[in-house]
């Protein structure tokens, strides 16, 4: 048995479509990034710096939406389209090169610590629904309860008063 859509749980079709969107998005961003960084001269190294720092989005972007696994995934696959643009440029700034590489790793952090802290979100939403429902049900039966034992009380009372 299907739970009623709420505010705090869209329907399956609009989370679908927004899951969807999300990793258009985050294909997109990630291709458009690595787009720059090829087509731009390696000697304007401020625009990579800029570039580079683009990264984060689709990869805060995947762990929010796909959780731990995705935005691992994503950082590792941004890392390896990263790399090679690193090691083609190397020879113009090896102390940048140096840094870049290790920034891939700081990607994968990013994405694995955001997509961590996205997921215990979900499961604390869902528990906080789960206890919600429990309390709903436990609500309902404490109401029949008490008109359960207001209809008896009317019915001692009743009898009580045709003792007279």
């Known amino acids: 048995m299907a739970a009623p859509p709420t505010a705090a749980r869209p329907p399956r079709v609009a989370r679908s479509s927004r899951r ?3 990793l258009w998005f985050v294909v997109a961003s990630a291709a458009l990034i690595t787009s720059l ?3 731009t001269d390696a000697h304007l190294i401020p625009y990579h710096s800029i570039y580079r720092s683009l990264y984060y989005i689709p990869i ?3 762990a929010v939406r796909y959780g731990r696994r995705g935005g691992a995934l994503t950082a590792l696959v941004i890392a390896a389209l990263y790399v090679p643009h690193v090691l083609l ?3 113009t700034m ?3 090169g140096l840094n870049d590489l290790l920034e891939t790793g700081l990607f994968v952090f990013v994405g694995l610590f955001a997509g961590s802290l996205s997921d215990a979100e979900r499961t604390q939403r869902h528990r906080a629904q789960e206890a919600a429902a ?3 049900a436990a609500n309902t039966r404490l109401q029949e309860q ?3 034992a ?3 009380r009317a019915q001692v009372a009743s009898i009580l008063a045709s003792l007279d």
């Open 89 to 91: 440029s190397w020879g």
């Open 20 to 22: 969807e969107a999300a």
């Open 146 to 148: 008490a008109e359960q």
């Open 134 to 136: 429990q309390l709903a």
């Open 60 to 62: 805060a972007v995947a």
């Open 150 to 152: 207001e209809r008896t």
């Open 37 to 39: 960084h090829y087509l």
């Open 94 to 96: 090896p102390t940048d």
